[in-house]
């Protein structure tokens, strides 16, 4: 079982910055694939970045903007959001995948954070 605690989001200007974060517990963290995701009023949930071992994958609309990390030792996930556009304005969740096999596949992650709100002025 993982349990994940997602913080850090908020209100942001168009251009600014903001950085998520993603506390797991209960389970060996740097075994397992951890992905973000995030869904805007009246839109399905979309894969936005994940990260398994050494290897990281991005949502084309979030590419070299977004940046997914992770610090085992803290067993946190982290992504930090630059350049940030309106459209980025989403609940983003957090996501952990048994297998260490990253996916953007939202059905192939096993637990979920609560979400955390972004919202982007123009």
């Known amino acids: 079982q993982v349990q994940l605690v997602e913080s850090g989001g908020g209100l942001v200007q168009a251009g600014g910055s903001l950085r998520l974060s993603c506390a797991a517990s209960?389970?060996?963290?740097?075994?397992?694939?951890m992905g973000w995701f995030r869904q805007a009023p009246g839109k399905e949930r979309e894969f936005v970045a994940a990260i398994s071992g050494g290897s990281t994958y991005y949502a084309d609309s979030v590419k070299g903007r977004f940046t997914i990390s992770r610090d085992n030792a803290k067993n946190t996930v982290y992504l930090q959001m630059n350049s940030l556009k309106p459209e980025d304005t989403a609940v983003y969740y957090c996501?952990?995948?048994?297998?260490?096999?990253?996916?953007?596949?939202?059905?192939?992650?096993?637990?979920w954070g609560q979400g955390t709100q972004v919202t982007v002025s123009s």
């Open positions: 996501a952990a995948r048994r297998w260490n096999l990253a996916s953007m596949n939202e059905q192939n992650y096993d637990y």
């Open positions: 209960g389970r060996t963290f740097s075994s397992v694939a």
